[in-house]
């Protein structure tokens, strides 16, 4: 083809550009409007579904916080109990003592009463010795020599 072809050709077709620029350009247009719906879309489902991760989280958090909140209860209650084992321990041990103590009470009164009775026995060993040396000197029967080595 010739250039006197081409312009002829060019002449017959330009007045149809403008209308297919447009058209080219509407199509353009509503296919850039088509992706930003789908890019908004995809973004919107993107934080729809962000948030309901974040929401999920949150409630898996809120779980493990209560767990913790109730490992620590079970804590507390466990020493609590273990000291109130300790109160009764103490407790036993200060009956022990006590116990103790009251043996060893019984155990000096046991001592003394063995006192007194050796005490009684002295006594009455004495009292049979003063009986005897008396009825040796004569007792009753006279006076008590003062000056006699029995």
Known sequence: MSHEANRSFLSEHIEMWPPLKLKLHEMMVAQMKA??????????AAAI?????????????????????????????????????IEKEKEKEKEKEKEKEKEKEKEKEKEKEKEKEIEIEKEKDLMYCTYVLWDEIGGGQGELDVHSPL
């Open 49 to 85: 579904e962000k948030e309901k991760e974040i929401e999920i989280e949150k409630e898996i958090e809120k779980e493990i916080e209560i767990e913790i909140e109730i490992e620590i209860e079970i804590e507390i209650e466990i020493e609590i109990e273990i000291e109130k084992e």
């Open 35 to 44: 992706l930003e719906e789908n890019i908004l879309a995809s973004l919107t």
